[in-house]
């Protein structure tokens, strides 16, 4: 076990502003701009991109515009890892996660069911989290959007369907659906000319909305769509389907040629909401 407690902000100033009135202003306007309406149905999960807030910031309010004023016990962020080789997930288990906006309690009773419950595949390795910024960009938003929740960061080292729907029924069978939000940061297609990546993540929108999660594994596993959080996706979405007779809506989607960026390489970024019981 790691002895690490706290994390500290790795990447504001980076991919989001440092000073926190200028932050909470950024934030608020990201929600308020999209349009979208704080729904009353159970949300279980969103999907929010995970770039600098200048490229997808637009799309990431979407997301958080819907639990606008939700309150969750707890709010498990899932995350692929850019910047480390791992096995399992990774968990963090104790401490809090720090950010402009404050400190935000890890879930401690949380992580210990986990690791009792998976030992092996649930591993306490601290190195995923210290430079990971797919968890960090979402807290603020979360700050911002919900009133106090503890959080459970996992980082995932596999992407594939099974080991999606592995966790998947892990997650559930240990939190359920009922005080918890699912947090799957992901951006899309990169690095694309603008048009060819409108059609890589149409495909990835579509099989998306019809939680067809074989389809779009075999489509990621082909290289036909593209998602740096493919796993985070495909759990999120496996709560909804499998667990939860859920329902995936898209709320927004755009890239970095539409936000603050040129059109010759572009970086795809959609929100998503999954919301309990949407399916007969």
């Known amino acids: 076990m790691s002895i690490v407690a706290d994390r500290p902000a790795a990447w504001a100033g980076v991919f989001y502003p440092a000073e926190p009135g200028r932050l909470r202003a950024d934030i608020t306007r990201f929600m308020n701009e999209s349009n979208v309406k704080k729904r009353d149905e159970t949300i279980c999960g969103v999907i929010s991109p995970h770039a600098g807030y200048v ?30 080789a791992l096995r399992g997930v990774s968990i963090w288990p104790r401490g809090s996660f720090a950010t402009p906006l404050g400190d935000i309690p890890i879930d401690e009773e949380g992580a210990t069911l986990l690791m009792e419950r998976a030992d092996g595949f649930f591993v306490d390795f601290p190195a995923a989290h210290e430079r990971e910024h797919a968890v960090e960009v979402q807290l603020p938003f979360l700050q911002v959007a919900l009133g106090p929740f503890h959080l459970l ?110 059109k010759d390489q572009v970086v795809g970024y959609a929100a998503f909401l999954f919301t309990a019981g949407g399916r007969s």
């Open 153 to 262: 960061p996992l980082v995932l080292g596999g992407h594939d369907l099974s080991t999606a729907r592995n966790l998947a029924r892990i997650l559930f069978e240990t939190f359920g659906a009922e005080d918890t939000l699912y947090v799957a940061s992901s951006d899309l297609s990169h690095y694309h000319e603008y048009d060819r990546a409108v059609m890589i993540d149409a495909l990835l929108l579509k099989t998306l909305e019809e939680l067809d999660l074989e389809c779009l594994a075999r489509a990621i596993e082909r290289g036909e769509t593209e998602a740096c959080g493919a796993g985070p996706i495909l759990t999120a979405g496996a709560i909804a389907r499998d667990h939860v007779a859920g329902a995936a809506e898209l709320l927004g989607y755009a890239n970095s040629g539409d936000t603050a960026g040129p």
């Open 55 to 84: 490229y997808s910031g637009p799309v990431a309010g979407h997301a958080y515009a819907a639990v606008r004023g939700k309150t969750y016990h707890r709010v498990v962020v899932l995350s692929p890892s850019h910047h480390v």
